[in-house]
C-alpha cells in the first residue's frame, strides 16, 4: 500500500516543493486565524529562527526574545499575509529586522556595505569528509567556530544558503544585496573554509 501524502501532495513531490506548498498552506491558516496553522508554523520555524538570530545577535536571550517578538507581530498582521508570496522569507526578514534593531538599541553599530561580485563555488560535501581519521565532533565544532569567525555579511548570507535553505534571490531581497553580491559572500566563505579546512587536515597528519 502506498504511504499516505497531504492532499495535493504526490510521492514524488520533490521535498522544496513540499516544503513551499506547506508554506503556503500556513499561510493560507494565518490569513484564516487559524490557531492550529501558527501552532504548527511555529513548531516548524521556532529552532531555526533562533539559530538565524543568535548568529546575528551572538546572544543566546535575545534571539529567543526576537523570535516571540516575531511571531506576535506575524499574528497581528496576519490577515495581511500573502499565501503566494513566501511565508518563509518574510519569518527571516521580521528576524532580520529585529535582530538590526535589538543592535541598534543596545548600540551595536550595523554595517551594510556591498561588496565586489565574483562566480560562485561550492564547498564539496567529500572535502569536509576528506579524512575518515577526522573526529566528527571535532570537526563540527570547528566549522562552527570558523563560520562564526567570517566576517558578520558573508557569515549571514553563508548561513541562510547552507543552513536555512533559502535561495540566492530570497537571500537577496533578505539582506538587501544584489543575487551577484550574494554569490560572492558564499563564494569567499566556502573558499575561507576550504582553506581552514586544508589547514586542519595538513596540521593533523603532520609528525
Given at each position: 500500500?502506498?504511504?499516505?501524502?497531504?492532499?495535493?501532495?504526490?510521492?514524488?513531490?520533490?521535498?522544496?516543493?513540499?516544503?513551499?506548498?506547506?508554506?503556503?498552506?500556513?499561510?493560507?491558516?494565518?490569513?484564516?486565524?487559524?490557531?492550529?496553522?501558527?501552532?504548527?508554523?511555529?513548531?516548524?520555524?521556532?529552532?531555526?529562527?533562533?539559530?538565524?538570530?543568535?548568529?546575528?545577535?551572538?546572544?543566546?536571550?535575545?534571539?529567543?526574545?526576537?523570535?516571540?517578538?516575531?511571531?506576535?507581530?506575524?499574528?497581528?498582521?496576519?490577515?495581511?499575509?500573502?499565501?503566494?508570496?513566501?511565508?518563509?522569507?518574510?519569518?527571516?526578514?521580521?528576524?532580520?529586522?529585529?535582530?538590526?534593531?535589538?543592535?541598534?538599541?543596545?548600540?551595536?553599530?550595523?554595517?551594510?556595505?556591498?561588496?565586489?561580485?565574483?562566480?560562485?563555488?561550492?564547498?564539496?560535501?567529500?572535502?569536509?569528509?576528506?579524512?575518515?581519521?577526522?573526529?566528527?565532533?571535532?570537526?563540527?565544532?570547528?566549522?562552527?567556530?570558523?563560520?562564526?569567525?567570517?566576517?558578520?555579511?558573508?557569515?549571514?548570507?553563508?548561513l541562510l544558503s547552507r543552513r536555512h535553505?533559502?535561495?540566492?534571490?530570497?537571500?537577496?531581497?533578505?539582506?538587501?544585496?544584489?543575487?551577484?553580491?550574494?554569490?560572492?559572500?558564499?563564494?569567499?566563505?566556502?573558499?575561507?573554509?576550504?582553506?581552514?579546512?586544508?589547514?586542519?587536515?595538513?596540521?593533523?597528519?603532520?609528525?
Amino acid at each position: 500500500m502506498d504511504s499516505p501524502t497531504r492532499p495535493g501532495l504526490t510521492a514524488r513531490t520533490p521535498p522544496q516543493d513540499q516544503r513551499r506548498t506547506q508554506f503556503r498552506q500556513w499561510a493560507r491558516g494565518l490569513r484564516d486565524s487559524d490557531r492550529a496553522a501558527y501552532a504548527a508554523l511555529f513548531r516548524d520555524m521556532s529552532a531555526p529562527l533562533v539559530r538565524y538570530a543568535q548568529s546575528i545577535l551572538h546572544d543566546e536571550a535575545g534571539a529567543y526574545d526576537v523570535l516571540q517578538d516575531v511571531f506576535l507581530k506575524l499574528w497581528e498582521r496576519r490577515v495581511s499575509v500573502d499565501p503566494e508570496s513566501s511565508l518563509q522569507a518574510l519569518l527571516y526578514t521580521m528576524t532580520r529586522n529585529a535582530c538590526l534593531n535589538a543592535r541598534r538599541r543596545n548600540g551595536y553599530l550595523v554595517h551594510e556595505s556591498d561588496d565586489d561580485a565574483g562566480p560562485l563555488n561550492r564547498l564539496e560535501s567529500n572535502e569536509l569528509a576528506a579524512d575518515q581519521a577526522m573526529d566528527a565532533d571535532d570537526l563540527q565544532d570547528r566549522m562552527d567556530t570558523w563560520i562564526q569567525q567570517l566576517p558578520d555579511r558573508r557569515r549571514e548570507a553563508f548561513l541562510l544558503s547552507r543552513r536555512h535553505d533559502l535561495s540566492h534571490k530570497e537571500i537577496s531581497d533578505l539582506m538587501g544585496l544584489s543575487e551577484r553580491t550574494v554569490n560572492t559572500h558564499i563564494f569567499l566563505a566556502l573558499k575561507d573554509l576550504r582553506v581552514r579546512l586544508t589547514a586542519w587536515q595538513t596540521e593533523r597528519k603532520a609528525p
